[in-house]
């Protein structure tokens, strides 16, 4: 009997022994005895926290980060960068700009080691600073220069003549043999004489450009000439005139700019013939081409045929008036702009008020008042239709002896690198006064006008602007000057 109870004892202690087992039962593998367990791998990469402080809300940076395997990352703001591979890590910063505000980051550059394991960190601030410019003389000085550009990305500068000549500045010298001279051509009688000139889209490959000059019969010529072998002479052999607009009764408002638009249509700015008033009343007349805007596709210019009309252009095919014509009612249309799909044309007034126009460079057909309007104001009467009439964008009165100015001098709406913090904003000053001053265009209204208080020495003839986008002013004088960040600012 009692051998019988051991056994049941054991085998219910062998059944307890097995239900424990297929439970768990608190028992688990001890692994194997006298061996430690593995440790985690080490770290491999690195992090690094860039802060950034001292910007307004809604301003971001401008920062830079890069390192080893060619490593590079911008941020605009407080960021912590992981899985960096070990090393030293370049933190490089740029102005910030808000409106006409600048803010300067400090410092510029700093070095960062990053380690395995480990988050490094790179400080800087942001403080505000108060924009100044100066004027750089490129020098030396010119014969009644007229205006100055280059082609996108040359860094060579053309300057225009009155006289009928163009040079070239490169690297800061003045080639002493012209690129073109067309002197014994230029009437430079009155306002007359080489006012402009544009160098085609597709310069680089087809060497060509348009002049826009005054001939010996007083004539509003636009003339396309070419390059030649040597990258600083142009062919003086190559001209084709593509537009002659006669001028015959007086030698003033012959207008003066031809530019390419950013349908890579040609655009020239003519006057409305001159006298006092519109005596003939060409800026109205559709069946005139002085005192208009006028648009014309030169890609597959010849001699038999130097142009073609534009389909969109508003007036193709409408009897009694001249399909060249894109925009009308202007008086003297000294220097247009394009930017974008931004068309600004200056206007030059008669006794009272200096206009610039601002209109989408898509919409053809505008008529900007003149002789009907001054500005916004009626000319020669007290009351005038103003239906139909688009009004300028912005405008100054002469004031008391010209007190404001007399003649505006139109520019461009800034777009170089150098300048961030004037991005959008349009450059014009005035013949009488020589001031440099800004606006930026928003709707329904202006903002931001400034008076720059540069000192232009003397009577402004124009602006230019160069193959990297910086502008230039064009003194009476001779002198030209590129607008440049003043000290501390």
Known sequence: MLVDRVRMFLGSLLALLFLLAGCGGGVGNPGTIGTPDTPPPAATTGSLQVVINGLPAGVNGAVRVTGPNNYSQDLTGT???????????????????????????????????????????????YASTALTLALADIGPTFTNPTFVTAPPGDTRLFVVERRGVIRIVQGGVTLTQPWLDISPNVFTGGEGGLLSMAFDPDFARNGYFYLYYTDLAQNIVVERYGSSSNANLADPTSGLVILRVPHPQFTNHFGGLVA??????????????????????????????????????????????????????????????????????????????????????????????????????????????????????????ASCDRSGLTLPSFEYEHGANDVNGCSITGGYVYRGTALPELAGRYFYSDFCRGFVKSFFPTEPAIAEQRDWNLNTAGQVVSFGRDGAGELYVVNAGGRIFRITRGAGG
């Open 260 to 381: 390419f638009g950013p349908d890579s249509m040609l655009y020239a700015g003519t006057g409305d013939g001159g006298g006092s008033g519109d005596p003939q009343g060409n800026a109205q007349n559709l069946n005139s081409l002085l005192g208009k805007l006028l648009r014309v596709d030169v890609r597959g210019a010849t001699g038999a045929q130097p142009y073609t009309i534009p389909p969109n252009n508003p007036y193709l095919n409408q009897a009694g008036r001249r399909p060249e014509i894109w925009a009308y009612g202007l008086r003297n249309p000294w220097r247009f702009a394009f930017d974008g799909t931004q068309l600004y044309v200056a206007d030059v007034g008669q006794d009272a008020r200096e206009e610039v126009n601002v209109a989408a460079a898509s919409q053809g057909g505008l008529n900007y008042g003149w002789d009907i309007m001054e500005g916004t104001a009626c000319f020669g009467a």
């Open 79 to 125: 960021q912590t960068l992981a899985n960096l591979t070990p090393g030293s890590y370049t933190v490089a910063a740029s102005s910030a700009t808000q409106g006409s505000a600048s803010y300067t980051p400090t410092p510029l550059t700093q070095s960062v080691a990053v380690t395995a394991g480990a988050t490094a960190t790179a400080t800087l601030a």
